[in-house]
C-alpha cells in the first residue's frame, strides 16, 4: 500500500483498539463501539491525524471525568439515576456527540474548504463545553437553575446550570481549541491567530448554552406514577412515566445534536469571515 494509505490503515486501526477497549471498560456499549469506529474512521480520512487527536481529546476527557464523578449525582429516593441513559454512551449518544464533526471531516475530504475546519473544531468544542458543564456541574453545592429564568431545577435536570458548571464548560471549550491552535500545519494552509481561537472558545461554549436553552425549554421531562418523583426516563418504578413538560421525541441526544450543531456553525461562520 501507498504510505498515505498505510497511514491511514493505522490510524483507524488506533480508533478500533480504543472503541473495543472502551467497550471492555464500559465506556461504550456495542452499538456506541460500532458507531465510534465509524465516526473516527470517517474523520482520520478526512481530517488525518489532526481531527483524531480532537476527538480523542473530547472522548478520553469526558470519559475519565464521567467515571470520576459517577454515582455523585442525585439519583433520588429510589436510586434510579435522573437522566435517562448512564456513563456507558450507545450509538445514539455517540452520533449526537460526534456526527456533526464527522459530516464536517467528510466535507471537507470532498470540499477542501477551510471553513470546514473551524466549523469542525466549534463541533468539538461545544461537545467537550456541554459534557464538562453537566458533568462537573453535578458536584456543586449550589442548586441548579435554569439559564435565564433562574428557576430552581433538579441536580441532572437538563438546562439546570451552575457557575461551576459553566467554569467547567469554559474550559472544556478551551482545552480543544488548545489543542487545535498548537496543532496547526498538520493540515496544509491552515493557520488562525490566537484571537481566532478566543472566537472558537466562545463558540464551544456558546454550543453549550443553546443546549441548555433548549434542553429546559423542549426537552421531555416525565413524573413517575408511583414515587412523584420528576425524571428524563419513560419508565420509573416499573410503571410507564406521564409526560409533564416538553416533548416526547426530544431526548438530550436530540439536544446534544443541536449543541454540536450550533459549535460548528458558529466556528463555520468564524472561520469563513476570516479566510474569505
Excluded at 456507558?88 to 477551510?114: H, P, W, Y
Excluded at 464538562?132 to 441548579?144: L, M, N, R, V
Aim: charged content about 15%; glycine content about 10%; aromatic content about 12%.
Amino acid at each position: 500500500m501507498p504510505p498515505s494509505q498505510t497511514i491511514q490503515f493505522f490510524f483507524i486501526t488506533g480508533v478500533c483498539l480504543l472503541a473495543i477497549i472502551s467497550y471492555k471498560k464500559k465506556s461504550l456499549n456495542r452499538s456506541g463501539a460500532f458507531a465510534s469506529v465509524l465516526i473516527g474512521a470517517i474523520i482520520s480520512l478526512g481530517l488525518s491525524l489532526y481531527g483524531l487527536v480532537l476527538l480523542a481529546s473530547f472522548f478520553l476527557t469526558s470519559t475519565i471525568l464521567g467515571k470520576k464523578i459517577e454515582g455523585r449525582q442525585n439519583t433520588g429516593r429510589n436510586s434510579i439515576p435522573f437522566e435517562e441513559k448512564g456513563e456507558t454512551r450507545d450509538a445514539s449518544q455517540v452520533f449526537a456527540n460526534g456526527g456533526v464533526s464527522a459530516i464536517l471531516a467528510l466535507l471537507f475530504l470532498i470540499t477542501k474548504e477551510t471553513f470546514l475546519i473551524t466549523a469542525f473544531i466549534g463541533s468539538l468544542a461545544a461537545a467537550t463545553s456541554d459534557t464538562w458543564a453537566s458533568t462537573i456541574g453535578k458536584t456543586s453545592k449550589q442548586t441548579p437553575r435554569v439559564i435565564f429564568t433562574n428557576r430552581k431545577v433538579l441536580v441532572g435536570q437538563s438546562g439546570g446550570t451552575t457557575a461551576l458548571g459553566n467554569i467547567a464548560g469554559i474550559l472544556g471549550s478551551t482545552v480543544i481549541v488548545i489543542i487545535a491552535f498548537s496543532m496547526q500545519g498538520m493540515i496544509v494552509d491552515f493557520f488562525f491567530p490566537w484571537w481566532i481561537a478566543l472566537f472558537l472558545i466562545f463558540a464551544g461554549y456558546l454550543g453549550q448554552v443553546i443546549d441548555a436553552m433548549a434542553g429546559s425549554k423542549f426537552q421531555g421531562l416525565y413524573k413517575c406514577r408511583t414515587c412523584g418523583e420528576l425524571t428524563e426516563r419513560r419508565r420509573h418504578c416499573d410503571q410507564a412515566t406521564i409526560l409533564v413538560k416538553g416533548y416526547s421525541w426530544i431526548t438530550n441526544d436530540r439536544v446534544n445534536d443541536l449543541c454540536t450543531l450550533s459549535g460548528a456553525v458558529i466556528g463555520g461562520i468564524i472561520g469563513y469571515i476570516y479566510f474569505l
